[in-house]
T-cell receptor, first 113, second 113 residues
């Protein structure tokens, strides 16, 4: 079945370091791909998304490119801040198939000042 | 912007008690969801509703019931709470016409003792 695999955390970095959180997926067809972020004590909120191959989603300095050939959607940021400390979830779903969205297990990110 | 509103935010129950988590969205979305989030388990779908009047089981439906009261509201009921249902519960909604972005409530922290 369809699934999302993301790197296990926690990931601990120093402020201004480069961030990569890996995400790969298994799916029959061509899903839309998402990154969601969850700050402490809050619900998840959309960070960025891409709906077709080679699309790049970007927001708040984060980027991810939809790579069909490697079935990946890795999240990157050039210079992280303490305020980026959160849990990040990779996810997929299919428009017009059904509305179920499949999440990875989440990656906790700690940024040290 | 209210978005997705869920109540209560915190609740402590005794084993065997019943309760209902309420959820409402003001975005005119067709689809609504209930997830639970447990440490190390990520998000797990309990039930979802693709449209008013329909509900379907997700990954972990046992011990729960749902009601899609109207397009806005989707409630989750625990008929006889068990300690294994101690978790954080998230309601969410989405609309296929808008690229399947899913919007989450702020969460309900439930403890069963």
């Amino acid at each position: 079945g369809d699934s999302v695999t993301q790197m296990e955390g926690p990931v601990t970095l120093s402020e201004e370091a480069f961030l990569t959180i890996n995400c790969t997926y298994t799916a029959t067809g061509y899903p839309s791909l998402f990154w969601y972020v969850q700050y402490p004590g809050e619900g998840l909120q959309l960070l960025l998304k891409a709906t077709k191959a080679d699309d790049k989603g970007s927001n708040k300095g984060f980027e991810a490119t939809y790579r069909k050939e490697t079935t990946s959607f890795h999240l990157e940021k050039g210079s992280v801040q303490v305020s980026d400390s959160a849990v990040y979830f990779c996810a997929l779903n299919f428009m017009n198939r059904d509305d179920k969205i499949i999440f990875g297990k989440g990656t906790r990110l700690h940024i040290l000042p | 912007n209210a978005g997705v509103t869920q109540t209560p935010k915190f609740q402590v129950l005794k084993t065997g008690q019943s309760m209902t988590l309420q959820c409402a969205q003001d975005m005119n979305h067709n689809s609504m969801y209930w997830y639970r989030q447990d440490p190390g388990m990520g998000l797990r779908l309990i039930y979802y509703s693709a449209s008013e009047g329909t509900t379907d089981k997700g990954e972990v439906p046992n011990g729960y019931n749902v009601s899609r009261l109207n397009k806005r509201e989707f409630s989750l009921r625990l008929e006889s709470a068990a300690p294994s249902q101690t978790s954080v519960y998230f309601c969410a909604s989405s609309d296929s016409d808008r690229g399947n972005t899913i919007y989450f409530g702020e969460g309900s922290w439930l403890t069963v003792v």
